[in-house]
């Protein structure tokens, strides 16, 4: 497949509260032309799935944390070449979704930047495991769905699914928010986990229904197909030329099935 590379066309700037430290960052985004990297200090780190260094919670690449939400917005804007430059090593929670970061994209633009090739993806690609986690990915055109099962838990089982994840992305699924269970909230205080998010960033899931204001009736399945939008990502495969379906899927998986796509599509390229 032959890829168009992007950039942005100008730098972008946010500001907020670190995920869940809770420590104020400035990230900005700027023009690149050596795929997506995040730089930190004097550390450079390609965002690439062997560069994974945790799946708790979030995605890290190196001791740069959270960095999911971004490489969602980024791979919606079908960007493949940014440098992202942090002040602390945790990207802003902002609004607990992709929302902020979309927009920011969106204002200033993009430019081209050539090209480059890639082998196809020439057979189905799967992870499975045993507590019911599926991922399937194959060549397509943008048809991506998430089932969500929280087990016994409300809210039970439900899914999203588009069929276009670049026309979806912006209104359908930019805007989901980070979930919480809500007999997990002191838990999750304790561990000193979700500090930069508050009552209107995380959408809480209570016994018998959402503890605030959903964003929509099936937000959890929208917030976990972002998350799987940028895990993903980190293949370097545009997201419009995959068709994928995933099943209780988490950070953990998603960045397996990244691996599986980096490796299949940059098969003649193996030394």
Known sequence: MIVQRKT????????????????????????????????LGEQVIEAIPANVSDTTRCTSLGPI??????????????????????????????????????????????????????????????VQAE???????????????????????????????CLDILASYGEEISPARTTVFASEIEIAKAAGLGQGLD??????????????????PDEPARHKLLDLVGDLALAGVPIGYLNVVASKSGHRRNVEMAALIYEAVRASNRT
Do not use: C
């Open 8 to 39: 942005v066309a100008a730098s972008a700037q946010f500001q907020g509260l670190g995920l869940h430290s809770g420590v104020a960052v400035t990230v900005d985004v700027h023009p690149g032309e050596s795929g997506i990297r995040f730089r």
């Open 65 to 126: 944390r959270t960095i999911e939400h971004i490489m969602s917005a980024l791979a919606a804007h079908q960007i493949t070449d940014a440098e992202i430059e942090l002040t602390t090593p945790e990207l802003p929670g902002l609004d607990g979704s992709a929302r902020e970061y979309w927009r920011g994209l969106g204002a200033v633009g993009s430019l081209d930047i050539g090209e480059y090739e890639l082998d196809d993806i020439y057979t189905r690609l799967y």
């Open 131 to 161: 507590d019911g986690v599926k991922i399937a990915v194959g060549k397509g055109t943008g048809h991506w769905r998430f089932d969500f099962d929280s087990g016994e838990r409300w809210p039970g089982a439900m899914s999203f699914e």
């Open 199 to 216: 009552e209107h960033s995380v959408l809480i899931l209570g016994p018998e229904g959402y503890g605030n204001q959903p964003r929509f």
